[in-house]
């Protein structure tokens, strides 16, 4: 049973930057895709970045391409998300996902089998 645990969420103004951080535990992290997805308020969760287990494929959400990096490290169990340039509309709850062992990184929110509790980010104008 995977474990996933965000950190690095906080207040930042606009074109500002964070980095997310999310910690794996309970598995073989080399072998899970990973995904960041986000919820606003009063909106469904979205997508915003996946990297396959191999670390070969990466999908960004077209509203955080060019400004979003997703990257992990499987030696630490860790996948990070490099946000910057930062906008109001980013403001979210920021989730870290990973999907069956073997599985596909995938932009679709039911791909994925495990879920961390979230970290909010919060982007001032």
């Known amino acids: 049973q995977l474990t996933l645990a965000e950190s690095g969420g906080g207040l930042v103004q606009a074109g500002g930057s964070l980095r997310l951080s999310c910690a794996a535990s309970?598995?073989?992290?080399?072998?899970?895709?990973m995904a960041w997805f986000r919820q606003a308020p009063g909106k469904e969760r979205e997508f915003a970045a996946a990297?396959?287990?191999?670390?070969?494929?990466?999908y960004y959400a077209e509203s955080v391409k060019g400004r979003f990096t997703i990257s992990r490290d499987n030696d630490r169990k860790t996948v990070y998300l490099q946000m910057s340039s930062l906008r109001p509309e980013d403001t979210a709850v920021y989730y870290c996902?990973?999907?069956?062992?073997?599985?596909?990184?995938?932009?679709?929110?039911?791909?994925?089998?495990?879920w961390g509790q979230g970290t909010q980010v919060t982007v001032s104008s």
């Open positions: 309970g598995g073989a992290f080399g072998t899970y895709a």
């Open positions: 996902a990973a999907a069956e062992r073997f599985g596909l990184a995938s932009r679709v929110v039911t791909s994925y089998a495990y």
């Open positions: 990297i396959h287990w191999s670390g070969a494929t990466i």
